[in-house]
């Protein structure tokens, strides 16, 4: 499993979660994709992995309104559209496309 983030940082004005690994690898995520990817069982099937959110439902401005560590691998994230149930461990992120 991967270790922690050394650093998350919003930059909401951007719409950008900006996350720095301990290989000093610094990647940029779209608020707007994390909230796309999320993987909770409200947006993807659990039994078939299909994605039951309707992305084009997901505001171009969604923010992020609050981040709560989960244990020691994860991190949850709440949104601005009221969503508050993905919770993204270090291997997703770490996994996720690096946006600019
Ligand atoms: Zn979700």
Redesign the pocket.
């Known amino acids: 499993m991967r270790d922690a983030p050394t650093d998350i940082t919003l930059k909401q004005a951007e719409g950008i979660l900006a996350i720095t690994w301990g290989d000093e690898a610094l990647h940029r995520h779209s608020v707007r994709e994390l ?1 796309c990817e ?7 099937d659990e039994r078939t992995g299909v994605r039951t ?1 309707d992305v084009e439902a997901v505001p171009d401005n969604i923010g992020i309104t609050n981040m709560e560590l989960v244990g020691r691998y994860a991190v949850k994230l709440a949104f601005s559209d009221g ?1 508050d ?2 919770i993204y461990s270090w291997d997703r992120l770490y996994q996720m496309q690096s946006v600019r």
Do not use: I
Request: hydrophobic share 25%; net charge positive; aromatic share 0%.
């Open positions: 909230r999320c993987p909770c069982a409200g947006c993807v959110l969503h149930t993905g």
